[in-house]
């Protein structure tokens, strides 16, 4: 239960939308999570698995009034830098002011062509070009300079999506806002948001120069049996990219390597099909128990209760807004949009 239900300002939530049904329907769902309440809709980008991202958002511009619409995440590598830069301004001048780049090194978009993910550098520059595009300059090409001849003159805000503290650090140091995806306990914000006010001394700004969202699977749980079956691919996708060294601090044991691919999951198990199959898998390397503390310091995986109190911890430790992931990329939030509406959104007010 939830100790203490002093009322907090109220963080801004955010929920990712994945393109997995017709067009129409994904624009659905995002008005259904701007009337729940959520100020931004995230549509992830990734050719293999959805729709396309860009014409998703283009899509829920004109039926939808006041939350944000935000790529979640692009990359560099499939998409040129000019090429999202010409889209995010379409999408500007559709929404003004609702616009908004999230961008990444990648991940499924780019795993299955087989790249690995882009250099940071790449990314530092990509933001450059795509602000110095929409207002109007010119960028060096080969052989050639180059402009967008519809630029608005606007720039919306850019998000880095970041793990590691070199990515966070920089964050800090380009973006308007940093999604980090290192974990949700207060000990682990705490410590992504200390690598951000890094980037930020070093590029001489504020901390009120850029938004913190917290990013992190979440449900709304019905037992602790729902809770493991839930985390257990998730956790295992996290040892893949590389967290097992924090995900070992935190207290949650792999079992052995786990594979950069694991064949007996389409397309992988995180984004997989067939979810009951992936939990059976994920199972090599984790146990119930080593799932369930990834869940209470990584995610928002849990009861009402449970949930509430990791925002308003994360809230407390630095977060200024949240990213909800659906456990499954291949049905519309609707359960969660609506439950999270409900039973924990609804406990926070708006105040001073």
């Not at 520059?125 to 630029?151: F, H, K, N, Q, Y």
């Not at 949700?184 to 938004?211: F, I, K, M, Q």
């Not at 200024?320 to 499954?328: A, N, P, Q």
């Amino acid at each position: 239960m939830v100790e203490d239900s002093t009322p907090v300002r109220l963080p801004m939530f955010g929920v990712r939308v994945p393109p997995c049904d017709t067009v129409t329907r994904t624009a659905d769902c995002i008005v259904r999570a701007e009337h729940a309440g959520f100020q931004t809709a995230w549509v992830p980008d990734s050719q293999f698995l959805f729709r396309d991202a860009w014409m998703t958002l283009g899509a829920a511009a004109p039926v939808t009034g006041r939350i944000r619409l935000a790529t979640g995440v692009t990359n560099v590598r499939t998409r040129h830098p000019s090429v999202t830069a010409a889209a995010l301004q379409s999408l500007e001048e559709v929404a003004p002011g609702r616009a908004v780049l999230g961008i990444g090194t990648g991940d499924s978009s780019v795993k299955a062509l087989g790249f690995g993910p882009t250099p940071l550098a790449e990314v530092e520059r990509a933001c450059s070009d795509i602000r110095t595009l929409g207002r109007g300059g010119s960028v060096d090409e080969p052989e050639r300079s180059m402009r967008l001849r519809d630029a608005t003159g606007r720039v919306p805000p850019i998000f880095v999506a970041a793990t590691g503290p070199r990515a966070l650090r920089l964050a800090g140091a380009i973006a308007d806002g940093v999604l980090i995806m290192a974990g949700t306990s207060p000990a682990l914000v705490r410590e992504a948001v200390g690598h951000v006010e890094d980037g930020l001394s070093d590029a001489g700004r504020s901390r009120r120069e850029v938004e913190i969202c917290v990013g992190g699977v979440c449900h709304i749980a019905a037992d602790s049996a729902d809770v493991v079956r839930i985390a257990k691919p998730h956790c295992v996708g996290d040892a893949q990219r590389g967290a097992v060294p924090a995900l070992r601090r935190a207290g949650v044991e792999i079992s052995g390597t786990v594979p950069q691919h694991i064949p007996d999951v389409y397309p992988d198990i995180t984004h997989a099909e067939d979810w009951d199959r992936a939990v059976e898998v994920a199972g090599r390397w984790i146990t119930d128990d080593a799932a369930a503390r990834f869940a209470a310091q990584f995610t928002l995986i849990g009861t009402a209760d449970d949930v509430e109190a990791r925002v308003r911890a994360a809230v407390t430790a630095g977060a200024d807004s949240f990213y909800l992931r659906h456990f499954r990329s291949y049905v519309l939030p609707e359960d969660l949009i609506d439950t999270f509406g409900s039973t924990v959104m609804g406990r926070f007010i708006d105040g001073p």
